[in-house]
């Protein structure tokens, strides 16, 4: 699940909205469905290797349908009540490492990191909207953080 939101930055309603028949394991690619988007819209993303290592161990130790959701807490551990992992599920879990660590860590914040990530690689930024599903580029750069590197960079432009 961490790495799902590390290498995708997909949304936590995102990630409960993925069943197996979402996952291309051949062409790496993952589907996510319009109900689960912020937008409304469908969106078709790669995923890498990483990603398709895990989903196919995932797979051997699921009993979900290929309807079924591929993250479903309540199916590995009893104290999770419901058939369904809901985004709640998710928040907890997160609290739950949050302590555990001593770090504030959330599916939203791996989402800002990589959008940072990934713009501050040089990447076409339009391909990066595309990524996260973002229908205005503007709510894209939001996301991007600025550090005081970059500033840095630009600022020894000057002479």
Known sequence: MIDVFKFTGIRRRQLIGIKWCDIDIDDKKLYLNAKFSKN??????????NLVDHFIILKKHSRASIQGQVFN???FIKKYKG????????S??????????G?????????HTMTTQIAN???????????LGHSDIKTTLEYVEINIDDLR???SILR
Do not use: Y
């Open 40 to 49: 409304g819209s469908a969106n078709i993303i790669p995923i890498n290797q």
């Open 73 to 75: 807490i309540t199916e």
């Open 83 to 90: 058939d369904q992992m809901t985004e709640e599920h998710v």
């Open 92 to 101: 907890r879990l997160f609290v739950k490492w949050s302590n555990k660590i």
């Open 103 to 111: 770090v504030l860590v959330s599916s939203h914040r791996f989402r």
């Open 121 to 131: 690689s040089g990447c076409n930024l339009k391909s990066l909207q595309r990524l």
């Open 153 to 155: 960079k630009i600022q």
